[in-house]
């Protein structure tokens, strides 16, 4: 699990799900306040940039202004073991610890700590080398003279500059202008303007201080006993089993019979439907289709080579792919589970730490879990494709449960309710983990060879 807090530029600074408490032992590394010498001046931005890359150990004063006026000032603290971003609106950051790197955020008057992060099932050990946080250590010397001030041209330290204080690096286009100085008594800065929406952003950031900087809220969080979120049985089980990539969705009517089943595969994606339930539901029936994944295999039925994610339709036992004159599918990655945004992409497994437990499970289920942070919900119902819906209710998600019955058998069942503003909700049940399949699209996947197995001429 990777969860890195990606900032945005409109609305501004919105941070990403970090993480809750957890009972558990962890041991509170010491503030680093006392790592590095102080330093407060520089010659030159050279001297000031040359200097910083090798810093640990720092806080930028950041001012953000719009069309001339002040909108938004925070501070970032970076520590050789920590890392606090402290907007109006939401402070949050990452700490390392012995055991591994947590993320943290501060809501209102409670601070909410993740589980330890990892990318790819390791943990990472180390804050500066984990790729969690963007820092001088990504600037680039090139082209930086001795000088008091001067434009920075360089790409990756503008692409830096932008990420440091909260700007997504997808807006870098928008970019206008980019420098560094030094102030009157040496203090180093650096600038740059966007025009974004028709508005003029102006973001100025100082380094107040070398040395000196600390974390202090998670300190005496940590210090207080408090430490990184960890997951119970059922909530780690859940997880897994939706990392399978292999499930089905079971859609029901308003008698709460089933009326349309998605089968989710790594290699495929098949919707079937109950051949009564359209003639029933006329005015919002349920549409079949299917969609195979084929990365770079020979296709006999094509006669050539193909990648991509390919629409296809079932008969039977029979299945056509719709395949583009030069051999082009419905999406040229060969991604099934990224193309489909499937279940286990949800933010909220990620978030388990803001999740409250029902003291009354929704009936049928062992245990429901509330996600009320809107932000969850909001990606559950895009995720399960329910946001166009609402918006056209006028309405979007606020809550989302998830529900848990018989995890460890195979009988396994999971449900995501997703709860508009409004009140109204939508269930979406999934089943047959590790078991789900479709016939006619396996047996497709058997004729598929590798190009070195084509036929020649």
Not at 238 to 264: Q, V
Not at 340 to 351: G, M, R, S, T
Not at 354 to 367: D, F, N, Q, R
Not at 374 to 401: C, M, R, W, Y
């Amino acid at each position: 699990m990777k969860k890195r807090i990606y900032l945005i530029a409109l609305p501004l600074l919105l941070a990403a799900c970090t993480p809750n408490e957890n009972p558990g032992t962890s041991n509170a590394v010491p503030s680093s306040k006392d790592e590095t010498v102080y330093r407060e001046s520089f010659t030159d931005i050279l001297d000031a940039i040359t200097y910083l890359k090798e810093q640990k150990n720092y806080t930028l004063d950041v001012r953000i202004s719009r069309d001339g006026s002040l909108m938004e000032e925070f501070d970032i603290n970076y520590t050789r073991d920590g890392y606090y971003f402290g907007i109006k609106n939401g402070e949050y950051g990452y700490k390392a610890i012995s055991e591994g790197v947590f993320a943290y955020e501060i809501y209102g008057k409670e601070i909410y700590f993740s589980e330890l992060l990892e990318d790819d099932g390791v943990k990472y050990t180390d804050l500066w080398s984990s790729g969690l946080i963007t820092s001088f250590a990504d600037w680039s010397l090139s082209a930086v003279e001795a000088k008091k001030s001067d434009t920075i041209r360089a790409k990756d330290s503008r692409l830096a500059m932008m990420e440091m204080t909260g700007f997504d690096s997808n807006y870098y286009s928008l970019l206008e202008t980019a420098s560094a100085g030094l102030t009157n008594d040496g203090n180093f800065y650096f600038t740059y303007d966007m025009d974004i929406e028709s508005y003029s952003y102006t973001v100025k950031a100082s380094v107040l201080m070398v040395g000196g900087s600390i974390t202090e809220k998670v300190d005496e969080a940590m210090n207080k006993g408090k430490t990184y979120f960890v997951p119970n049985a059922n909530q780690k089980k859940a997880r897994e089993l939706f990392r399978g990539d292999n499930f089905t969705h079971i859609y029901y009517d308003e008698n709460d019979n089933e009326a349309a089943w998605e089968k989710f595969h790594p290699e495929y994606y098949s919707l079937t439907v109950d051949s009564t339930y359209n003639s029933t539901h006329q005015d919002s029936p349920l549409i079949a289709a299917s969609y195979v994944k084929i990365d770079n295999k020979y296709v006999p039925a094509a006669k050539r080579v193909l990648r991509g994610i390919y629409y296809c339709t079932i008969r039977g036992n029979a299945v056509s792919l719709m395949v583009g004159p030069n051999g082009e599918g419905y999406n040229n990655v060969p991604d099934m589970v990224s193309f489909l945004n499937y279940p286990k992409l949800l933010k909220l497994w990620n978030c388990f730490e803001y999740a409250v437990e029902e003291k009354t499970p929704i009936s049928g289920y062992e245990v429901t879990y509330s996600f009320s942070r809107s932000d969850l919900a909001e990606d559950a119902a895009n995720n399960f494709g329910l946001s166009t819906v609402l918006q056209n209710a006028g309405t979007t998600a606020s809550n989302v449960l998830v529900s848990f019955k018989d995890l460890n058998k195979s009988s396994a069942k999971v449900s995501f309710r997703i709860i508009a503003a409004n009140g109204q909700f939508q269930d979406f049940v999934f089943t047959d983990f590790g078991t789900t399949h479709e016939g006619a699209l396996d047996n497709l996947l058997t004729t598929f060879l590798d190009p070195s197995e084509a036929p020649t001429a």
